[in-house]
C-alpha cells in the first residue's frame, strides 16, 4: 500500500486546513487509517485514528474538537479537517494504515501501523 499525503502549507493561528492522503495498492476499505505528526525535535506523535469501519474514532487530547478524521472509501481517501489551528500545531503530518483491527488506544501507537505515507508539512504564523 502506498500513502501520499497532501493539503499541507503556511497558515495563521485560527484558520483551517485540510490534509488529504490518497491510497492506493491494497484494499482501502479493509484498513484502519491514522494521522500521525512530528514536530521539530520531538517524536512523532498520535492526532487520531478511524476503524475500518469509519464507525469509530480516536483523537489525541489535544486536537479533540479542533480536529476530524474522515474517510471516503469510493475514493480511497482519508482526510483530517484541521479547524481552530494552533502555532503547536506546526508539525510533519503522516498518514498510516492498518490491515488488523484493534481497540482504541492500540490506534495511538506507532508501531501499529504498517504502512506510511512520506508526510506533508504544515506551519502555522502565530
Known amino acids: 500500500v502506498q500513502l501520499i499525503e497532501s493539503g499541507g502549507g503556511l497558515v495563521q493561528a485560527g484558520d483551517s486546513l485540510r490534509l488529504s492522503c490518497a491510497a492506493s495498492?491494497?484494499?482501502?476499505?479493509?484498513?484502519?487509517l491514522g494521522w500521525f505528526r512530528q514536530a521539530p525535535g520531538k517524536e512523532r506523535e498520535f492526532v487520531a485514528a478511524?476503524?475500518?469501519?469509519?464507525?469509530?474514532?480516536y483523537y489525541a487530547d489535544s486536537v479533540k474538537g479542533r480536529f476530524t478524521i474522515s474517510r471516503d472509501n469510493a475514493k480511497n481517501m482519508v482526510y483530517l479537517q484541521m479547524n481552530s489551528l494552533k502555532f503547536e500545531d506546526t508539525a510533519v503530518y503522516y498518514c498510516?494504515?492498518?490491515?488488523?483491527?484493534?481497540?482504541?488506544?492500540?490506534?495511538?501507537?506507532?508501531?501499529?501501523?504498517?504502512?506510511w505515507g512520506q508526510g506533508t508539512r504544515v506551519t502555522v504564523s502565530s
Open positions: 495498492g491494497g484494499t482501502f476499505s479493509g484498513y484502519a
Open positions: 498510516a494504515a492498518v490491515v488488523t483491527s484493534y481497540s482504541g488506544n492500540v490506534y495511538a501507537r506507532t508501531p501499529t501501523y504498517d504502512y
Open positions: 478511524l476503524s475500518r469501519s469509519g464507525v469509530n474514532t
